[in-house]
């Protein structure tokens, strides 16, 4: 395991991680700075405080907090920029692709919430195609950590490396922590390779544990980690699951396979509203991304069974 | 003919094109000429002053005195829009030196001045922001969040200048530096062809408080008429 930090006050929640990580790099590094707009503030009260000039709350203007970061970033130092992951992303996204991505300048992007914390606030806040969006952008280094260690260890080296990155921090976890980048073979089989990305590892663990198949994970979705994906697969059938928009990585699995005639099935959130509140477990189940819902798909996917519900 | 008018002339082929179609030239020359610290010898100085040209369309002008002051060949103007030119209708940072931002899309030069502006400030450096805008640029709404921030933050070191040629669709008489002086901000307006008047307005820097500077410069045809 990689060490990343040698002071590490690490808890449970991914979100609480990430205002403690980030508050630690603010008193470590002077280069860097924190541009939030009033969301997760009760993460960061120890470092407006000691650091007024490098942590600045741009208040409800979210297209502003983007380009105040790249602001940072032409000065040359390395701006954090953070909110909800539907403000942060979607309302900002010319922002983001004009702000760092035309001008060439990086930074390190963390939105909160994902596609099921805000389950009982309704689309408004749910983001379940940020990942898909930062993905047409270039070389966007895009990650979703599945444990509170995950993320300290993601974000620390997000800030320390060059570039823009994206961080999708949210509240679902997984049980083991797996802090290096690429992918993980979490388990080994022969028959098909399942990617599971982000905090669904737990789910596709327990929706395949009769299975022989490999099972893969990695919080680091973009880059891809093609390498290890060829190395390991072994009869062509890929199954991706991943907690954002279905789909979304069938592009980087088809690059990576495109002299290997294969079969493809991409879970995850699907395209229409849901409508419905309720918690996070209600809308993963909702999607099919619970453990059962995964494992329907797997038997009519690999067994040729219809999907029966 | 004196040296801007030639090199406009080497990329429109027009001798006879007035200077007047031209709003933000004399901004431009007065900045460079009499009120930024910056220099081809000076871009990777992080004290030199910084202008951010947010209006980035009719990108002309600006080319014309980036290359008068030296920061380019003049040989480039010749072919501006080709495939393998530095210049594009729209200016480009990683192109083109002494450009401080990429721009064309409308409203984001400000609110990149302000966080440039942060970003000297937590680094101590005490240099100028300076950005260009258009009145009907200022129909963005991303301009009205970062001035309300500027002022709130005490951005001192940035000054806004609006090139005011009444494009907008929607003008209300004296909005523009109203809109700056309710959020706190230091307003002159002047005569954007007066480069004493500009100079004077340019070089003021208010203390606690942001600078705004409304360049009224009305064209060909509103001269005419």
Redesign the interface.
Known sequence: MTTVTSARRLVRDPRAQFGRTVTDILDEDLST?L?WAEISGRFFGGAVRRHP??V?N??I?E??LV???????????R?IVHTFGTFLVERGF??IK??FG???LGGVLVGGGGSFDASRGGRTHQAPGDVALMDTLPDVAIHAPGTAAEADAVLRRAVAADGLHYVRIVEQTNTESFEDPGLHVVRRGSGATVVAFGPLLDEVLEATVDRDVTVLYAHSVRPFDAGTFRAVLTTPDVVLVEPWLAGTSARVVSDALRDVPHRLLSLGTRRMELRHYGTPADHQRAHGLDAAGIRRSLESFLDGRRPGR | MDNIQRLLTLMTGDEKHDLASYSTLDVLRVLYERVLDVAPGNLDDPHRDRFLLSKGHGPAAYYAVLSDRGFFPESWLRDWGTFDSPLGYHPDRNLVPGVEISSGSLGHGLPLAVGTALGLRAQGVDARVVVLVGDAELDEGSNHEALELAAALGLDRLTVVVVDNRSTSYAVPGRIAERFATEGWQVATVDGRDHAALEAALTERPTGVPNAVVATVLDREEVAA
């Not at chain 1, 380009?67 to 130092?77: I, P, R, S, Y």
Request: overall charge neutral; glycine content about 20%.
């Open positions: 700075a541009v000039d490098r600045v741009v208040g203007r297209q502003l380009n105040v970061g790249a602001g940072f970033a032409l000065t040359g130092m701006p010319e922002q004009l702000g035309h001008q060439g």
